[in-house]
């Protein structure tokens, strides 16, 4: 079990977050140049404040506050055009499309199955191909949100009744961290998502697999577990394909075992941590919608805990 | 120490002026004289059982902070079960096991072993990576 993953846009991994790394070193290098000459031109100032010929005003008012800045923002807005005319342009004709919907605060993730047709709803974990372009249709059911994966490519804002395309691409495997970009409340902090990237073959497995409805679970604690799930009523608000299809206040949990985090990129997947979020997510998660479960004896507990774990 | 028995240290400049192989005979003499007579050796710090160290990181990595609260442990703040912040000075473990390091060490392997029913889920530690929470648990102020 690896520490969190990469989050940074100095690291980039695909295309347009790699234009995006490179406008802003240069940036920051431009900018440290100038600084840097302004402190020098200020030090030889107030070197020769007592002798020497005196400063003419005009001389430095035209060539450092007109002719400089002139010269070198249109270079850079030049530069910048010809850089940004290579970022990706959003379309929606890639074979992979995905519906990222934010809610308060987590990722509804939605696929199409593309044996049946149907929609495959899932939560917080977005899968892609290596190599492949990805058609993102990126909405919001509240309030404004923006996805923001660094290591992939910048923000778009993600606002309710409208739908923003965006067309990523990762060129290796790997597992980048995203966050919400938009301030939206009081877990915004805690509203992170993971982009696991993986070779075209291994997707498409995954796929099929996040296709099917949730497995009838083998095990006596697990079965247990089932039936807990549906008298405590979770499923008013999770879904699990195949038991209780309709709830989508929560996250859909037909595959939840198989996702690396809980609570939106708030406690790595474990048996512990999906306990203790059951108990009180609130404590790991203040304000989080899910009410903590304040009647479940321990041994349900476990067993809710057991039937969502063996969910991959 | 030197404040319980001022005599050896009296007894130390004397034999500081007399040859080495004196001094050695004395020095030897004296101090199991010293820890017979006035200071058995203290009991090993139940701090010791591991390293405290990687126990705060293992603390981290196992998110025994998504029930407990652990000082100095990053996200440790859950209310779900107790706090952890006074284990070292607590009688029990778990309300029934009295909190001696080893028995810790069990818990923490595998409390539904010891208490079955418990909330509490054995989360994969091994015996060593347990020694090691114990050792920060014990270790804190």
């Known amino acids: ?312 | 120490m030197r404040k319980l028995i001022p005599h050896c240290r009296i007894s130390l400049s004397l034999a500081s002026s007399r040859g080495p192989r004196l001094l050695g005979c004395a020095l030897s003499l004296l101090l199991s004289a010293c820890d017979s007579a006035h200071s058995p050796p203290p009991p090993a710090s139940p701090a010791a059982i591991g390293n405290a160290e990687r126990g705060h990181r293992l603390l981290a990595q196992f998110q025994c902070g998504a029930c407990h609260q652990i000082p100095d442990v990053p996200a440790a703040r859950s209310y779900v079960g107790p706090s952890l912040a006074n284990l070292g000075r607590q009688s029990y473990i778990a309300g029934q096991f009295a909190n001696q390091p080893e028995t810790l060490v069990r818990w923490i392997v595998d409390p539904q072993a010891m208490l079955p029913g418990t909330a509490m889920p054995a989360m994969g530690v091994s015996p060593d990576q347990a020694r090691d929470m114990a050792a920060y648990l014990y270790g804190l102020p």
């Open chain 1, 1 to 312: 079990m690896s520490a969190d993953f990469r989050q940074s846009a100095l690291h980039p991994a695909g295309p347009d977050a790699a234009i995006i790394h490179n406008l802003s070193w240069l940036l920051i290098i431009g900018a440290t140049v100038i600084l840097l000459g302004m402190m020098v031109l200020l030090a030889l100032a107030l070197r020769r404040k007592k002798s020497g010929a005196p400063v003419r005003p005009l001389r430095w008012l035209v060539g450092g506050g007109v002719v400089l800045p002139l010269v070198v923002l249109t270079a850079l807005l030049a530069w910048s055009t010809l850089r940004s005319a290579h970022l990706t342009r959003p379309s929606s004709q890639h074979a992979v499309k995905i519906a990222v919907t934010a809610k308060m605060w987590w990722w509804e993730v939605r696929y199409t199955d593309p044996a049946s047709g149907r929609d495959i709803v899932l939560a917080n974990e977005i899968r892609m191909p290596a190599g492949q372009s990805v058609y993102l249709g990126l909405s919001s059911d509240d309030v404004i949100h923006s996805f923001w994966v660094p290591a992939l490519a910048g923000k778009v804002d993600m606002l309710p009744g409208r739908l923003h395309g965006m067309t990523v691409r990762a060129d290796q495997p790997g597992i980048y961290r995203g966050q919400c970009a938009e301030y939206c409340g009081e877990q915004h902090a805690r509203m992170a998502l993971h982009v696991v990237v993986q070779t075209p073959e291994e997707f498409n497995a995954w796929l099929a697999n996040q296709s099917k409805a949730a497995v009838t679970p083998t095990g006596a604690l697990a079965l247990r577990g089932r039936d807990a799930f549906v008298a405590q009523r979770c499923m008013a608000c999770h879904a699990v394909r195949g038991v209780a299809d309709e709830a989508t206040l929560g996250p859909d949990l037909t595959h939840v075992g198989s996702r690396l985090y809980l609570g939106a990129g708030t406690l790595r997947n474990s048996p512990g941590a999906m306990a203790g979020w059951i108990a009180d997510p609130h404590a790991s998660k203040p304000g989080v919608r899910m009410p903590a479960a304040g009647d479940l004896d321990s041994a349900t507990l476990a067993a809710i805990t057991a039937y969502l774990e063996q969910l991959q």
